[in-house]
């Protein structure tokens, strides 16, 4: 596994060489330089290291959310995700971020999405990007078929790309190590789902959603996929080894969270 990781993150080159900037747009293929992606890189640049040093809290949309401190988050830079808007009037804070990559979601969520106000992180995959303006970053991602995928690694440069390692919090991690925060707190992130079968399977709910902390997140009639823990494992790998390797942390302070990857902290603790 080790080996693995290490060949996908670097190939056999040194990290930030430029074989491995290289390896990076090969895999992501080539994309047009419109004057949308221009804005957006040049965003991304301005936010190169604007948070070296600090510290930052991703949060999941678990249910462990519901049995966490959330007000602790007032105040502190951080990261949400997907439908994550839902629920931000009980959960007493807004996220300094957002973040999306799942086609399913932006499709059916973007006129939400774009009346958010805080900084938003998209896919371009997504086809939404004619049907109004909007101040989101457009990313480059490259989708996981599965852990086996040749294309799988941690990008430290977002403007080249990233990997969607299948979930959207490790295209959190990345832009946050991007940033240059210094320790990354997870919550929400219980890595634990009872709703089963083929990972990337499309479903439409029945019901409430029993998988996330509100029971609409994905509820009665919202199309979605169905999670790829394994692949999500090996992603998060990448991302503890990126981070470590330059004296950085990620630390998963989860209410009775299942990730086996990160180590485990108490959320008021490591804010402190």
């Not at 804070?93 to 009346?115: A, K, R």
Request: with cysteine.
């Amino acid at each position: 596994m080790k080996q693995f990781l290490l060949k996908a993150l670097f190939g056999s080159n040194a990290p930030g060489g430029r074989m491995a900037l290289y390896r990076l747009r090969e895999a992501l293929g080539d994309f047009s330089r419109s004057r949308r992606y221009r804005w957006s890189d040049s965003v991304l640049m301005q936010n190169r290291n604007a948070h070296a040093g600090e510290t930052c809290v991703i949060v999941g949309n678990g249910p462990s959310l519901n049995q966490t401190d959330t007000a602790l988050l007032q105040g502190k830079h951080s990261f949400g995700m997907n439908r994550i808007y839902i629920g931000l009037d009980d959960l007493g804070f807004v996220p300094s971020f957002y973040v999306c990559v799942n086609q399913l979601v932006i499709e059916q969520c973007w006129e939400d999405i774009c009346q958010l106000t805080m900084p938003k992180f998209i896919s371009s995959n997504a086809g939404v990007r004619s049907r109004r303006e909007t101040d989101a970053v457009f990313l480059r991602t490259r989708e996981a078929a599965s852990h086996r995928d040749c294309g799988s690694f941690f990008s430290c440069n977002p403007i080249a790309g990233v990997w969607e390692g299948a979930t959207v919090t490790y295209v959190a991690m990345q832009l946050a190590y991007w940033m240059g925060f210094q320790k990354v707190i997870l919550i929400g992130v219980d890595h634990s789902f009872t709703t089963k079968g083929k990972p990337h399977t499309a479903i439409v709910s029945e019901g409430d959603d029993p998988d996330h902390f509100s029971g609409g997140y994905f509820g009665k009639g919202f199309k979605w996929q169905l999670p790829d823990l394994d692949t999500s494992e090996v992603a998060y790998q990448m991302a503890d080894l990126s981070f470590r390797a330059v004296g950085r942390d990620i630390v998963d302070c989860t209410v009775g969270g299942k990730c086996p990857v990160f180590r485990k902290g108490e959320l008021g603790e490591e804010l402190s």
